[in-house]
């Protein structure tokens, strides 16, 4: 309890968290390039972030674009935000919000790529809207991101799998879809879905699962 309450103590201090309270929280839609990245180059979120591997991982390979970590879990984005203040990555910044919420800190248009590792497989019916891969969600997606922009998901869960591949293939501006049941095997094996391992992952992997992997771009170009 002591560490969550030093690790929100630093988040409250820390340039790269932004979150309820301070004054970036309320006026950054739209504003992430002058505001906060003092750049214009295009913006990739990872959403449900945890730890922010993809965010930290592939700012460190490319430094022409600016990652933003998602999660509601303070004591998470904490592991983040430290590691990008270490690596001195000022191309990152951690956002402490619900998904649900991405409107009030995007403008249309504003975000080129989101990634969705392991996100909760929510399995109950009752939950279906609450797939972060559902219909509603990709209406979030679709309203803050440029046309062309990709979706990239992955998951250990085939139910999850199956229903984000069919939700996917009926959107009529889904282009490029591109799926496997495992990115680690066969002749398609893609950087992309190798390269970064989450610590979900790599507990799935030492439990034996497949990890599945999709991509698409979620509106036409
Ligand atoms: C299963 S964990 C995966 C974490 C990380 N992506 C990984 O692969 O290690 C799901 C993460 O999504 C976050 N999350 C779930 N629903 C969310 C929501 N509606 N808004 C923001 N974060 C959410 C949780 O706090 C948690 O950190």
Same mark, same amino acid.
């Given at each position: 309890?002591? *560490? *969550?309450?030093?690790?929100?103590?630093?988040?409250?201090?820390?340039?790269? $968290?932004?979150?309820?309270?301070? #004054?970036?929280?309320?006026?950054? *839609?739209?504003?992430?390039?002058?505001?906060?990245?003092?750049?214009?180059?295009?913006?990739? &979120?990872? &959403?449900?972030?945890?730890?922010?591997?993809?965010?930290?991982?592939?700012?460190?390979?490319?430094? !022409?674009?600016?990652?933003?970590?998602?999660?509601? *879990?303070? !004591?998470?984005?904490?592991?983040?935000?430290?590691?990008?203040?270490? /690596? =001195?990555?000022?191309?990152?910044? @951690?956002?402490?919000? +619900?998904?649900? =919420?991405?409107?009030?800190? @995007?403008?249309?248009?504003?975000? /080129?790529?989101?990634?969705?590792?392991?996100?909760?497989? +929510?399995?109950?019916?009752?939950?279906?809207?609450?797939?972060?891969?559902?219909?509603?969600?990709?209406?979030?997606?679709?309203?803050?991101?440029? #046309?062309?922009?990709?979706?990239? @998901?992955?998951?250990?869960? &085939?139910?999850?799998?199956?229903?984000? &591949?069919?939700?996917? /293939?009926? /959107? #009529?501006? $889904?282009?490029?879809?591109?799926?496997?049941?495992?990115?680690? =095997?066969?002749?398609?094996?893609?950087?992309?879905?190798?390269? $970064?391992?989450?610590?979900?992952?790599?507990? @799935?992997?030492?439990?034996?699962?497949?990890?599945?992997?999709?991509?698409?771009?979620?509106?036409?170009?």
């Amino acid at each position: 309890m002591r *560490k *969550k309450l030093q690790r929100f103590k630093d988040n409250a201090a820390s340039n790269n $968290v932004i979150e309820e309270g301070k #004054p970036l929280y309320s006026t950054i *839609k739209g504003q992430w390039g002058t505001d906060y990245f003092q750049n214009n180059h295009p913006i990739t &979120l990872e &959403l449900g972030c945890g730890y922010g591997e993809y965010t930290i991982q592939l700012a460190a390979l490319c430094p !022409a674009k600016n990652y933003i970590g998602i999660d509601l *879990k303070g !004591a998470r984005l904490w592991k983040g935000s430290t590691l990008a203040l270490e /690596q =001195q990555l000022q191309h990152v910044a @951690f956002l402490r919000t +619900r998904i649900e =919420q991405l409107e009030q800190f @995007f403008s249309p248009g504003e975000v /080129q790529e989101i990634y969705i590792p392991f996100p909760d497989p +929510r399995p109950k019916k009752s939950d279906i809207n609450k797939r972060l891969t559902s219909p509603p969600f990709l209406d979030i997606y679709r309203r803050i991101m440029s #046309p062309g922009g990709w979706l990239y @998901f992955k998951t250990d869960d &085939l139910d999850l799998f199956h229903y984000t &591949l069919e939700v996917l /293939q009926a /959107q #009529p501006d $889904v282009q490029r879809l591109f799926h496997t049941h495992d990115c680690y =095997q066969g002749s398609n094996i893609l950087g992309e879905a190798t390269n $970064v391992q989450t610590k979900y992952e790599m507990m @799935f992997i030492n439990q034996g699962k497949t990890i599945k992997y999709i991509h698409c771009q979620l509106r036409s170009a």
